[in-house]
Structure formats: structure tokens, C-alpha cells
């Protein structure tokens, strides 16, 4: 075993007081004080690694997971059984922390010399994570998954190594639309944005003829949340669109932005007057009381109203939204990675791997078909099959939601996912440093639409209004952190 040899100084100080000698008649004033200082070594042993396992030990692995809710716990449990009964002498520790919690936690335990093993982080981290020096390369896990599944987004890689698998992505770039009342109308599922406009002016009617609209074509919020946030990305992307290029350089002033502005207002005319007040769950409630007609959402629309109204749902299809003419949308990845600090990184990285291949991260994900989407295409070929009375009726609006989460991604951690010049959506891992103050709890970007809905200021100054805002915060940031470069340049 191999040891390291520390040389600790202790410091005796050892103080010679000279006595003042008075002369007869006279007095002389006291001398200085001298100090020696003598230096004494003692040796000091540490041992850089852990123990060898004794024999019939067990390998204990911790897994941090903000998933808590009973059903998903019951799963992972269920998961980790099968693991460890092909692999005896490990074992799987599965430790709950609080939604939020996870980034105070995994600096906490690096801080005080904690173990950690698989955690749960969020992208936005990662790449102070990886500088820290807090989380182990996963390239070999990845390579045995088959890296060319991972679909856009799914690996988190930085510095030229991988550092977190993502095990879900929600896909928010898709449209839910009445498809009985739009035959009843006459007009087929829209594909564009001129056939979406004119649908939702169709479909606003007063229905039972006392002067007042019953169902209205349309239904996004249009407050100062993230609920608003969410739905506007896909329109700026869509409409070839930015916030910020790969650099760091402000977009949002670039003129298609007001395109997508006025295109997302358009729309509002013919939605509910409570908008303005709408947050992440209204657009469900206001489609299962059949107050609206289409409504932008991930797969848990289709799912709830599978089960609060399932006649409902058999009138209901999802297509990907024609916000504009590039295809690209809102979405993004909870993902897994493993601290470096991890006792048993090959015995972690190989659960890691069992727990994402087959049909065991797909079980998981199973539990809101279509919402929860999948990373690779083994997981989601493994879904499409499986026995579930909801994918039994339809897998094949499912289908779509899996198909097109190949075009998501999230602003704030992939920065400049979309090329203004060529109109063209490439994404990689380029977190944005000041995002929090552009997407936070009240984005920018939702406040602009406030702005025009509720305080009737006119969407060119409001969109003047919001990249000013933006461009000042990043000049802030980057005055205050001069030597910081973009994660894709380096």
C-alpha cells in the first residue's frame, strides 16, 4: 500500500529574559527580549486509499435521487434488487433528499469529506462541478450503453469527457388539439402556423348562443412565470430566434424575435381572458373542462385527461407544434452523475450502466407515458412494447412525443442552440452563467408578454424593453468575471 510522508513543524519558542542591571547612581533601560525558534519534525502517515475489502465485505454504493414519490421509489428499489442479486458483494444505498436540495448537498459532502456515490445533478452545475473537480468521467459507461444513442442533450459533456447521463426529458415543443372539433369545422389537423392561427379563430365560439364564448381556440398563459417561458421558446427558436449565440452575445434583439413575439400575441386573441393569470396546470384543467381547443403541453396533458375524462382523451391528438418553419423546441434532462469521491467508481459506473440499458430506466419512465421520455432509442423501443393499458390506446400519440424530442433543448444550458445565421439547431452542453437573472423565477421573456397583455405597452417596446434587460445583466456578469470563456469554445 502505497503511503504519503507529511513533515509537520512545531514551532518551541523559547524566551531568554535579560535582567536589567542598575549602576550605582544610574539605571540602564531593558534589553530586548530574544526569541529562538527551533524547529522539531514528526512524521505523519496517510493512506490515499480506502482499505482493501475484506473478505464476504459488501461494496456500498450510495444513490442521491430527488425522485420520491412512492410508486417511483418502490421501483428503484425493485431495480436495485435485480442488480444486486447479480452482483452479491454490492450494495445499492438509496438516499431521498428534497427537490432543490441536491446541489447544496454534493457540496456539502465534497466540503467535510463525505462519500458520495450516483447523484442527482442539474445541468446548469455541471461545469463548475467538473472544475471543482467533484464528479467522475463516465466516457466508459456511455461507450458501453453506445454512444450514439444518446439522443440530443442526453450526455452532459464538458472538457472533453462525459459527466452525466440524463434518464428523462420532458418534450414541450408539442401541441394537444381537439381533433373532433376541428373536423366539425371542417379543417384538418394544422402543419403550419398560418392553418394553427386560423384553427384557433375557428374553434372560439359562442356555442350555446347566449352571447358569451364558450370554447375558445386557444389556451397558453401569458403572466410573468415559467409556465409562460416554456411555451414562448418554442416560438423564438421556431421563428429562427435567439437569446444568446454560443458566444455569450446577446439575440434577442435580432428582429425574428418580435416575429415570435407577435405570432405568441396573435394566438392569445383567441384564448381565455384569465390567461394573464395562468401557470403550469391551468391549460389541463382548462382543457378537461373543454374551455379550450388546443393547448401547448408535454405528455402528462394526455395522460391526466386519460384518467380524469378518458372520453376526452379519445377526441385529443398531439402533434408537434407549427410555431414557425425551424423545428425546434422547449425541453430538458434530469440527469445522473457519480462524485469523484465515490469508494467503488467501476462498481458505480457499472450499476449506472444496468440501470439505463434494457427495460429498467424504460420502466421507469412508464409511470407518465410520454412525459417521462427516454434518453436512447433501446429505452424507448423497450417503452413502445410494453404492457400498459394507457400505450394500448395510444402509442401512437406517444410515438410522436418520443420522435420529436430529437429537436429539444433548454436555453439557459445549452446556449446558442440555435443558429440565427443559418437558422440551423445545434446544440451542445454551453451553459449560460448568468441564466438565473434571464430564467428565473420571473423570466424576462414572460414578462414581456405581460407587459403587452396586461399593461398594454406595444410589443416592439416591450421586446426593446426585454433584450435591454438581458443585455445589461451579461455585461454585468462578465464585468465581474473578465477571465470566463464560453464551455463550447474551450
Not at 462498481?347 to 439505463?356: G, N, Q, T
Not at 417503452?383 to 406517444?398: I, S, T
Not at 426593446?464 to 465581474?480: C, G, H, L, P, V
Amino acid at each position: 500500500m502505497k503511503t504519503k510522508k507529511l513533515i509537520r513543524p512545531f514551532v518551541i519558542l523559547i524566551l531568554i529574559i535579560m535582567m536589567s542591571i542598575v549602576a550605582a547612581g544610574c539605571s540602564t533601560p531593558t534589553s530586548t527580549p530574544e526569541i529562538q525558534e527551533v524547529i522539531v519534525t514528526k512524521e505523519v502517515y496517510i493512506t490515499p486509499e480506502p482499505a482493501v475489502l475484506p473478505e464476504g465485505g459488501v461494496k456500498t454504493i450510495p444513490f442521491m435521487t430527488t425522485e420520491t414519490d412512492p410508486a417511483t421509489v418502490e421501483l428503484f428499489l425493485t431495480i436495485i434488487s435485480e442488480y444486486e442479486a447479480e452482483h452479491p458483494d454490492v450494495r445499492i444505498d438509496l438516499v431521498l433528499t428534497a427537490h432543490g436540495s441536491e446541489a447544496e448537498r454534493l457540496l456539502t459532502a465534497h466540503s467535510v469529506g463525505a462519500e458520495l456515490g450516483i447523484v442527482g445533478v442539474q445541468a446548469e452545475f455541471v461545469g463548475d462541478y467538473v472544475a471543482a473537480g467533484y464528479l467522475l468521467p463516465l466516457d466508459s459507461a456511455v461507450d458501453a450503453l453506445g454512444r450514439d444513442q444518446f439522443k440530443t442533450g442526453a450526455v452532459l459533456t464538458t472538457s472533453g469527457h462525459d459527466y452525466a447521463l440524463g434518464y428523462a426529458v420532458g418534450n414541450n415543443g408539442t401541441l394537444w388539439v381537439r381533433t373532433d372539433l376541428l373536423e366539425a369545422e371542417g379543417l384538418a389537423v394544422p402543419t403550419t402556423y398560418d392553418e394553427l392561427l386560423a384553427a384557433a379563430k375557428a374553434l372560439t365560439k359562442d356555442t350555446d348562443g347566449d352571447g358569451d364564448i364558450d370554447m375558445y381556440g386557444w389556451g397558453a398563459p401569458a403572466a410573468a412565470n415559467g409556465a409562460t417561458n416554456f411555451r414562448f421558446v418554442n416560438f423564438v427558436w421556431a421563428n429562427c430566434g435567439e437569446y444568446f449565440d454560443k458566444e455569450g452575445n446577446l439575440a434577442f434583439d435580432n428582429p425574428n424575435v418580435l416575429v415570435a413575439l407577435q405570432r405568441y400575441l396573435d394566438l392569445l386573441q383567441y384564448a381565455p381572458p384569465d390567461v394573464s393569470g395562468w401557470s403550469w396546470y391551468d391549460g389541463i384543467t382548462a382543457m378537461e373542462a373543454e374551455k379550450i381547443a388546443m393547448h401547448q403541453y408535454a405528455g402528462r396533458l394526455g395522460v391526466n385527461v386519460w384518467n380524469d375524462k378518458p372520453e376526452l382523451r379519445e377526441k385529443l391528438q398531439v402533434i408537434w407544434g407549427p410555431f414557425g418553419d425551424v423545428k425546434a423546441g422547449k425541453g430538458g434532462y434530469d440527469y445522473f452523475a457519480i462524485s469523484a469521491d465515490v469508494r467503488w467508481p467501476e462498481e458505480a459506473k457499472d450499476f449506472l450502466a444496468f440501470f439505463y440499458s434494457g427495460d429498467r430506466l424504460g420502466r421507469f419512465d412508464m409511470s407518465v407515458p410520454g412525459h417521462l421520455i427516454p434518453p436512447t432509442q433501446e429505452l424507448m423501443d423497450a417503452m413502445l412494447v410494453m404492457d400498459n393499458p394507457y400505450m394500448a390506446d395510444y402509442k401512437d400519440d406517444v410515438q410522436v412525443l418520443f420522435d420529436t424530442s430529437k429537436y429539444l433543448s433548454s436555453p439557459d444550458v445549452f446556449m446558442g442552440a440555435l443558429e440565427t445565421d443559418t437558422c440551423t439547431f445545434n446544440p451542445v452542453y454551453n451553459p449560460m452563467p448568468w441564466s438565473n437573472e434571464i430564467f428565473g423565477e420571473s423570466p424576462i421573456d414572460a414578462q414581456m408578454i405581460e407587459k403587452v397583455v396586461v399593461g398594454g405597452m406595444s410589443p416592439e417596446d416591450a421586446w426593446k424593453w426585454a433584450y435591454t434587460e438581458m443585455q445589461s445583466i451579461a455585461d454585468q456578469w462578465k464585468a465581474e468575471h473578465p477571465d470566463w470563456t464560453p464551455t463550447a469554445s474551450n
